[in-house]
Structure formats: structure tokens, C-alpha cells
């Protein structure tokens, strides 16, 4: 099989399809990042992925060219970025590409042509119409029998990518033709009945014994993927909405949480207030839902409502450090944490760098720390005014207050008695709410949370 794309989601499948048996071309036309893996080197920070490539070295190959990757697959997945363009909808340069170069190099032998990557509804069926328009004149006579376009979207989360590849809640299929429902079945059936030996570092969680199978239409297993994050997103704004309302009653968001989340059809999940969502997907993806409802006509009420109160909660956590100094201009502030969230160096759409914007226009002096997406920051957002500390306590030095971005566990287990000596002032705003308010108060922080 062929794989097209090298980021999280292209890595992470052809990886785990390696480690099932199968043999895997990986391609990308980005020559470092191909130079890179031949060398067994990862351009980003995702746990495992580095054991598991060293695992099944043996059953990849990688390469700049698509012609031998589309010719020998039988499987081609297309795993490219679709970032959000000026207006919030989906670039599809990256997928029209992939589109053209298998039209190109298609042979006769039928292949199933896998979407991974998330693309607006009706983004398969325009793959196929790329691939037909491209298609090289051998098989042009064969027109339509050769290939068939599928969909099968990605629900993994950074940061515990392979996990979720290897032990997802459910796999989604759609097509239009069922001879990609029985390659695709074929394909997934090892993780479906949960019949492999678990790597040694991925154990399999108790109790998991098979794994459900949705298949559907092309266009529903499109909408499933952009419905899930937008549901996710929801949820966080929700919470988000009701903490705000927790801090001028007088209740505690945490309690509120639980009390609502062991109702099984709320759920516990993602119901941790804080300074909101980031990442790549659920911003992209909840602007490309509001975008597509446009093109339909539609309003999308809600999802316009969560990505607003979204966006203004990174506002809040801002307010809340007015509340308390008063005056922002001139003081010291450290940021712990950059990532969007722990366990990765991506900055995309991060929370902490709008915060920090906005705080070095009013003026704030800024100290920032992340354990592992310094790297990023520094080649990212060179032009940002800020002092970059790699030991977390020489960036809590002389700062007037300190606000928690990203939940990593370091920060959690800090040796707080230190920090309150070397810290200039004793302002803690913990925009996760992952820090001990008890243990805060004892040594005389002031501590602020969020809904509590
Ligand atoms: C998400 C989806 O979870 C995944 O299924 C999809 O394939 C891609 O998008 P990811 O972006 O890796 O995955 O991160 P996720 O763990 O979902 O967190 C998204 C954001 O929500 C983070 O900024 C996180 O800090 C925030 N979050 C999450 C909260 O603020 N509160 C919560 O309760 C949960």
C-alpha cells in the first residue's frame, strides 16, 4: 500500500498498517521530511512514533515519487494537510495534487483510493473526478473500473496517536462501490477483531475485545468526521459558557462537571473548562461546518456560537489577570505552556500564543516555557518580543504573575515552594484548572481558576 502524506495522520496509518504485515510506500513531496524518516528521524514530536518506525523498518520504504508508490499500491491513501485558507474553508491544493499524480500513474490493476485527510463533504467524489480527468492513456479506455474512492476518516488525537490508531472506539468506511468496502474490511479486520499482538509499548486496553465497523456512504463517513470535532468543540464551549456563569454565582465548574457527566448520555468527557480548544482540527474543522452550511444556504447556529465563545475565552483568562494586577503594562508575566495541548510541539491555533499577542500589546513583559514545543516557537514566532526559557524555573524568575496554558504534567508536579521564592509576585491564573488551589493557598499564592 502507498501512503501520501507524511504528518501525524499519514505516519500514524501507514505505521500501524506496517506493523499488521502489509508492505508500506510512504511519499511525500516535501524532500526533508522523506530524507529525514529514511534516517529514522521524526520531524515532530508524537510519543512512539519513533519505537514504532524502528519496529517495522523493515516494511517501509519512502520516497519524493509517486510514480512506483501508485503503481505497486493496491491501496493509496491520501493523507495530505487541508489547512483552513483566508476564508475558513479547506485548501485542497495539497489533495488536488495527490488527485492528479494517481490519475497519472494509474496501470489497469484496481486499486481503492482512501481519503484520510478531511475534506469538505463531496471532497471524494471530487477526488475521483480529479483522478478521471488526469487519468494517463492506457487507462483512459478503462475509465471508472480501475479504481474506486473511499472514505476513511481519522479520529486520532496528538499526542496519543498510535494508541488511538491501534485501539480506536470505532472505524468508519464510506464508499459508493462495494469493492472498497471489501478491500477496506479486509484491511481493518486484524484491528476490528482486536487479533494482533500489541506492540510492547502500546498494550491493549482491558476489556477491548473488538472494535465497531461503520460503513456508510461516501458523503456520511465525510460528514461523521467534521460532526465528531464539532460536537467535541461544542462541548468545550458549553462548559466554558457555564463556568463564566460558575464565577458570578459562586459555583465550582468541577462540581458542575462531574454532576453532569455521570449522566450517561452527557458523558464525563471533555468537560474541562479552561482557556478552550486549539489544534488543527477543531478550529479548521468548525469553520469549514460553517463555511459548507453557507454554501448550502444554512446557518449554522450553534457551531458559529461555539467557535465564538470559544475565541473570547482565551479573552476571560486575559481579564482575569486584570482583575488581579490591575495594571498589565510593565509587569513580568511567565506562560507555562505553549501546545495547544500536552504530549506535543504543535502550536496550531494555540491558545497561548493569541494570549500572549494580546498581552505584549498592553504592554506585559513576557517569559515563556513549554517542555517540548520551544523548538517550534522559536522558528514559528521569532518576531514575538519574549524571553524563551528552557528550565521553567529560571522563567517563573522575578515574574509578577504566571499563567498556566497548556496542562503539561511537569507543571503539575513543580516544586511550588520554589517558585513562590524566586517569583516576584504570587498571581498564579491556572487556565486548565490542573493545579492544587489548596496547595497554592497554603504557600500564599493567590490563586485564580476558571469557573470556580
Ligand atoms: C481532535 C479530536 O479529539 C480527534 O478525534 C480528531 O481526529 C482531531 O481533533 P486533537 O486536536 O489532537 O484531536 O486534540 P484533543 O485532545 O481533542 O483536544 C483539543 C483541544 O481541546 C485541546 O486544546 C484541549 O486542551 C482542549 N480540551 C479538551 C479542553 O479544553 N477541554 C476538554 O475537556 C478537552
Keep these: 500500500m502507498s501512503v501520501i502524506g507524511t504528518g501525524y495522520v499519514g505516519l500514524t496509518t501507514g505505521l500501524l498498517f506496517a506493523y499488521l504485515g502489509n508492505k508500506v510506500i510512504f511519499v511525500d513531496i516535501d524532500r526533508q521530511k522523506i530524507e529525514k ?35 505497486k499500491a493496491d491501496i493509496i491513501f491520501i493523507c495530505v494537510g487541508t489547512p483552513p485558507d483566508k476564508d475558513g474553508k479547506p485548501d485542497l491544493t495539497g489533495l488536488t495534487a495527490a488527485a492528479k499524480e494517481i490519475g497519472r500513474y494509474l496501470n489497469g490493476k484496481f486499486k481503492v483510493i482512501v481519503n ?18 488526469n487519468l494517463n492513456d492506457k487507462c483512459r479506455s478503462n475509465q471508472g473500473h480501475n479504481f474506486v474512492v473511499a472514505s476513511n476518516p481519522e479520529f486520532l488525537r496528538e499526542g496519543s496517536a498510535l494508541y488511538d490508531a491501534f485501539y480506536p472506539e470505532r472505524i468508519v468506511i464510506g464508499a459508493d462501490n462495494n469493492r472498497a468496502f471489501e478491500v477496506l474490511l479486509e ?75 455521570l449522566d450517561s448520555r452527557i458523558g464525563s468527557k471533555f468537560l474541562n473548562a479552561g482557556v478552550g480548544w486549539g489544534g488543527s482540527c477543531f478550529g479548521k474543522d468548525t469553520a469549514a461546518l460553517v463555511e459548507m452550511g453557507k454554501e448550502y444556504g444554512l446557518e449554522m447556529h450553534i457551531i458559529e456560537a461555539v467557535r465564538k465563545v470559544n475565541y ?41 500564543i493569541d494570549i500572549i499577542r494580546t498581552l505584549l500589546e498592553r504592554g506585559a ?88
Design 365 to 452: 513583559h513576557l517569559k515563556v516555557h513549554d517542555p517540548v514545543a520551544l523548538d517550534n516557537f522559536r522558528s514559528m514566532y521569532s518576531s514575538l518580543n519574549v524571553v524563551v526559557n528552557e528550565d521553567v524555573y529560571q522563567m517563573v524568575e522575578d515574574c509578577d504573575a504566571l499563567i498556566l496554558v497548556t496542562d503539561w504534567d511537569e507543571y503539575k508536579e513543580l516544586d511550588w515552594e520554589k517558585v513562590k521564592n524566586i517569583m516576584a509576585g504570587n498571581l498564579i491564573v491556572d487556565g486548565r484548572n490542573a493545579l492544587d488551589e489548596e496547595q497554592l493557598s497554603k504557600l500564599n499564592f493567590k490563586y485564580v481558576g476558571v469557573g470556580r
Design 116 to 133: 484520510k485527510s478531511t475534506v469538505p463533504v463531496g471532497g471524494g467524489n471530487w477526488v475521483e473526478s480529479v483522478i478521471k480527468t
Design 37 to 71: 524518516l529514511k534516517n529514522r528521524v521524526i520531524p515532530f514530536y508524537e510519543p512512539y512514533i519513533e519505537e514504532m518506525l524502528n519496529l517495522v523498518y523493515s516494511n517501509l520504504e519512502f520516497s519524493t515519487e509517486y510514480k512506483e508508490a501508485i503503481e
Design 312 to 352: 473570547l475565552q482565551r479573552k476571560r483568562i486575559i481579564e482575569k489577570l486584570y482583575e488581579k494586577l490591575k495594571i498589565v503594562k510593565g509587569k513580568t508575566i511567565g506562560i507555562l505552556g505553549l501546545a495547544f495541548k500536552p504530549n506535543t510541539d504543535d502550536l496550531r491555533d494555540s491558545p497561548a
Design 187 to 261: 484491511l481493518f479486520r486484524p484491528i476490528m477483531n482486536q487479533s494482533f499482538n500489541p506492540p510492547p509499548f502500546l498494550p491493549r486496553p482491558n476489556g477491548l475485545s473488538a472494535v465497531p465497523i461503520i460503513t456508510t456512504n461516501l458523503v456520511s463517513a465525510e460528514l461523521i468526521k467534521y460532526a465528531s470535532n464539532a460536537f467535541l468543540a461544542t462541548k468545550i464551549s458549553f462548559i466554558n459558557e457555564i463556568a463564566n456563569l460558575c464565577e458570578k454565582v459562586g459555583a465550582d465548574i468541577k462540581e458542575i462537571a462531574k454532576g453532569i457527566g
